[in-house]
């Protein structure tokens, strides 16, 4: 019975780890959506995404993938998408990043705070998904 107790115990560990990353997060990316500071991050934020074909609007999925998760951007990117402003080009391109992205700074923040190595959850997520998005990018033809 103790394994049991033990077990639980340190599950309840893992969920107040996970809690004091994730709802604080959340509060600040509110507050941030809210007063435009997302916006603003996203046009510095996007000047790197230029080099894989995507325009300010078709980062901006992106940047808000990377930062609240996959729902969130791929309802950004259906948005964009549906109001014309960004190509289909761009989508896939913004959808391949974001499938190898999503929830970026979240997810490293909480296995950065379990004690996974910081760079070694970062840099090759982000190094990947740019360079599929790169190789999509050149291998998707233009629209007419």
């Keep these: 019975m103790s394994v049991l107790w033990e077990g639980l115990l340190q599950g309840m560990r893992g969920v107040g780890t996970i809690a004091l990353v994730v709802i604080p997060l959340m509060i600040t990316l509110e507050i941030a959506e809210s007063n435009g500071w997302l916006q603003k991050l996203n046009r510095v934020v996007s000047k790197p995404f230029r080099t894989i074909g995507l ?3 078709g980062a901006f999925p992106v940047v808000v993938a990377m930062v609240f998760g996959l729902t969130f951007g791929s309802g950004v990117i259906i948005n964009h998408v549906r109001r014309g402003q ?3 080009k761009e ?3 913004t959808g391949t990043f974001m499938a190898l ?4 700074i979240e997810d490293t923040l909480i296995f ?3 004690g996974a190595p910081f760079l070694l959850l970062l840099a090759p997520r982000l190094l990947v998904a740019y360079a599929m998005a790169y190789i999509v ?7 007419s």
């Design 137 to 143: 990018h050149k291998l998707t033809p233009a629209e």
């Design 101 to 104: 992205a999503h929830a970026l």
């Design 86 to 88: 960004v190509s289909r």
């Design 55 to 57: 325009s300010e609007e």
């Design 91 to 93: 989508a896939r391109v």
């Design 112 to 114: 950065w705070a379990l």
